[in-house]
Each structure stands twice: as structure tokens, then as C-alpha cells.
């Protein structure tokens, strides 16, 4: 009986969370797909690439100051080299960056100096993905051929769906996410305890993505 309770109120709870997703949520979106991939565009149009002294560091720091310049500094975090971490999930394992966490949307440069190749994962949560610098592969399950992004394009993977993706060494992306993200981060977690148990990874985690919505919510109002 009381299993049963639960699993109905599970079930409301995910209805009225699924009106909310195209009701109220999105009024507390404050970016947008279209003009980060713009801002993206311009920055990347600035370097060349094939030059052997292009540094895709100086890259990801320009975005960074180009997202804060437009966003605003209190919305966009710095660039603090020491708060790169790794992200296992899906079989997956990058490297990220957290620019703006809030419990609608997240901002972050996700990317793999190795390379990488995994599963998505399934969202409660529309994704923006635009690549930066490498590209990136990604196929639905009846794909024979894989969709390619190139620097510049965003891969939009919608709420629900999954996909297998990879990444070649050195690829980079800005990745936006919007929807319930609490109920991304079992996904980003759960590998540390199935199978890395990097708990300082972990604990690095949860303390930026913690500290950055506590941020957003209580100093800036952003929900
Ligand atoms: C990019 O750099 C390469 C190597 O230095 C050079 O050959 C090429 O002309 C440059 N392209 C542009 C568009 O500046």
C-alpha cells in the first residue's frame, strides 16, 4: 500500500512537472540557444585554427568573458583553471567547466583533451551543445550514420531522447541545459559510486554545481 502511494505520488509529481516544463519553467530562462550560438560564432570567427599558434585556451577564456560581458559578470563564472573537473557519466568521461548552474538552466564548457564516446543520457531537459573546437558524432538508435557537428554548430538534443555521442581528442563545447536540472545530476553522479569512486571528483562537484545555484537563487534570484 504504501509502495503504491509512492509511486502515485511519483507519477503526480512528474505530470506537474511536465505542465510546468512548457509553462512556468521557461520564464526563468535567461539564455537562449540562438544567441549563445551566435556569441560562439564570433568569438571562433577571431581564430584561426590551422595556425600553430592557436591555443584553445585563449579560445574558452574569450567565451567565457564574451558570455559575462553580455550576460553579466554576476551570471558567468570566472575561469579558474583549478575548477576544471571530470565528469564520468553514460560510460562517458570528459572534462568540464561550470559557467552558470541554476536549478533551470546550466552552463558549462564540456569537453575531452583524450577523447570520448558514450551514452547522453535521458533528460528531463532540452540540450544545447555547440562545439567550440573538434567536432562532435552523435547517432539515435535507428542512425546508420552519425548527425557531425563542426565548430559553430549546436547539436540540440530534446528532452526524452538519448544518443550515443563521441568526441575526438581535443574537442571542447559550450553545452546549455534547460529544464529540471536536479534531475540531470543522478546521471553525472552515479558513475563515481558504480564505478570510478573518485569521491574527490565528486565532492568537487556537487560543491561548485551547490555553490553556483545557492549563488543564483539566493544572491541573484535566479530560480
Ligand atoms: C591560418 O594560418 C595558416 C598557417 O599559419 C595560414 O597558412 C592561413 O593562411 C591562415 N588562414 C587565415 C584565414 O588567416
Redesign the pocket.
Given at each position: 500500500m504504501k509502495c503504491i502511494s509512492i509511486i502515485v505520488l511519483l507519477g503526480l509529481l512528474g505530470y506537474y512537472m511536465n505542465t510546468l516544463y512548457t509553462t512556468w519553467l521557461p520564464t526563468n530562462y535567461m539564455f537562449d540557444p540562438k544567441t549563445l550560438n551566435e556569441i560562439c560564432n564570433g568569438v571562433i570567427s577571431q581564430y584561426?585554427t590551422?595556425?600553430?599558434k592557436f591555443d584553445v585556451k585563449v579560445m574558452l577564456k574569450d567565451i567565457r568573458n564574451e558570455l559575462a560581458s553580455h550576460y553579466g559578470e554576476e551570471y558567468i563564472n570566472k575561469y579558474v583553471e583549478e575548477e576544471w573537473v571530470f565528469n564520468n557519466a553514460g560510460g562517458a568521461m570528459g572534462q568540464m567547466i561550470i559557467l552558470h548552474a541554476s536549478i533551470s538552466e546550466y552552463l558549462i564548457i564540456f569537453g575531452s583533451a583524450v577523447g570520448t564516446e558514450g551514452h547522453t543520457g535521458v533528460h528531463f531537459a532540452d540540450d544545447y551543445f555547440t562545439i567550440l573546437h573538434g567536432e562532435q558524432l552523435a547517432a539515435l538508435p535507428n542512425a546508420l550514420e552519425p548527425e557531425v557537428y563542426k565548430a559553430g554548430q549546436t547539436h540540440h538534443l530534446r528532452k526524452g531522447f538519448a544518443k550515443q555521442y563521441a568526441m575526438p581528442s581535443g574537442s571542447f563545447a559550450l553545452e546549455l541545459a534547460q529544464g529540471w536540472i536536479p534531475c540531470m545530476l543522478p546521471f553525472g553522479f552515479l558513475d563515481t559510486f558504480s564505478s570510478t569512486l573518485d569521491v574527490y571528483t565528486l565532492y568537487r562537484t556537487v560543491y561548485l554545481t551547490a555553490r553556483d545555484m545557492g549563488k543564483n537563487l539566493i544572491q541573484n534570484g535566479k530560480f
Open positions: 584561426n590551422t595556425d600553430s
